[in-house]
């Protein structure tokens, strides 16, 4: 909250059982040289990708984050000293397809270990309507095995290069995968492997902290699960649609108001739209998030008579965040979906 370096396609499908991109073409003197003395030089794009640097890497990496809080990460521009500090990087971890400028310093880098989480799990297409586990896409063949996962090879096919991941418009692939506990648990257990690798001195500490967090990340699921068991509507609105994994994994029916922009205003139409939506589905409230202004919200929830609300897509952590960390505010999440849905 930039991927994949040219390198030979023989040590692409080499690295590929661990979704990675390149680090078979790595020794493992440069790789560990972090771990003699020094700490490994971590770059993640984003607060998604950060988290999981330091609760995996733990005491063994210094992990710099190239957006900084309370910046709308889709929008990132990075400084001529960013596009330094990803080259001087031992290891870089980010999602493509959320930040062009970073896939496109990334790519140029020459930096060996670089990982790319949208190749760790398998991602999907979600518009602004997600509903259940059907997506209410009609003709979707290529996602009949939504959740069956058959392992990083599948996931590195489907996102070679120029898959044009674009945040859910029609054809493109949704990248928000970190607001499913499980799929971000997928990703992390490929990030502890490639840091096993990348420095393995500290590969026994990699996997126990891999270990924990996945831990820490199903009993998160197990309460969303319990949490969002009985809703009185399965239908809520956001003005970002970010929210189509989580939807997805839960049984619920995400309404974005306004696409990829959270500050967009809706047209007349969709607010009519919504209001009907609103009413059939006994939806009860708008969501709007932290890092985005809430005009569009509180401009629909005043034209329909629904309350706002805040669900946070994480993709930074500011003193406006309700939580300090990823699970801190993925539990006020579920807090505020399970009152917005009348779940028990």
């Known amino acids: 909250m930039n991927v994949r370096r040219l390198i030979p396609t ?10 990675l991109t390149a680090l078979s073409a790595c020794s493992t003197s440069d790789a560990a040289d972090g771990g003699n003395g020094d700490k490994l030089k971590v770059t993640a794009s984003f607060y998604p990708m950060q988290f999981l640097a330091e609760r995996i890497g733990g005491e063994h990496v210094a992990v710099t984050s190239l957006t900084k809080p309370g910046v709308e990460p889709h929008d990132l521009e990075l400084t001529p000293r960013q596009i330094g500090s990803i080259s001087d990087s031992d290891y870089v ?9 970073v ?3 990334i790519k140029q880098s020459g930096v060996q270990n670089t990982v790319d989480a949208a190749t760790l799990t398998t991602l999907e297409n979600h518009g602004s309507e997600v509903s259940g586990h059907d997506h209410g896409h009609e003709g979707e063949e290529e996602h009949a095995d939504e959740h069956g996962h058959e392992g990083e090879e599948h996931a590195e096919e489907e996102h070679s290069e120029g898959d044009g991941h674009n945040h859910g418009e029609e054809g493109g692939a949704d990248p928000h995968i970190w607001l499913d506990p499980v799929k971000y648990a997928e990703v992390a257990k490929g990030v502890g492997k490639s840091l096993e690798k990348a420095d393995p001195d500290h590969a026994a500490d990699y996997k126990k902290n891999t270990d924990a967090l996945v831990a820490e990340l199903g009993e998160l699921n197990t309460a969303y699960e319990t949490g969002l068991k009985n809703p009185a509507t399965k239908t809520f609105i956001t003005t970002h649609s970010a929210f ?14 306004a696409g990829i922009d ?5 047209s007349p139409a969709r607010i009519q739209e919504i209001h009907t939506i609103a009413e059939k589905e006994k939806a009860t409230t708008v969501f709007f998030e932290t890092l985005a202004s809430d ?6 929830a005043k034209d329909t008579g629904l309350k706002t609300g805040v669900l946070d897509p994480l993709e930074g952590i500011t003193d406006k965040s309700q939580g300090a960390d990823y699970i801190e505010v993925m539990e006020s999440n579920l807090a505020a979906l399970q009152k917005a849905l009348g779940a028990k």
């Open 10 to 19: 023989t040590a692409v499908a080499g690295a590929v059982v661990l979704g």
């Open 103 to 105: 896939d496109d310093a």
């Open 244 to 257: 189509g994994y989580l939807a997805e994994r839960y049984g619920l029916t995400q309404q974005g108001i």
């Open 93 to 101: 971890l980010y999602l493509k397809g959320i930040q062009p400028a």
């Open 295 to 300: 005009r569009t919200a509180r401009t629909l």
């Open 262 to 266: 959270p500050e967009a205003e809706p």
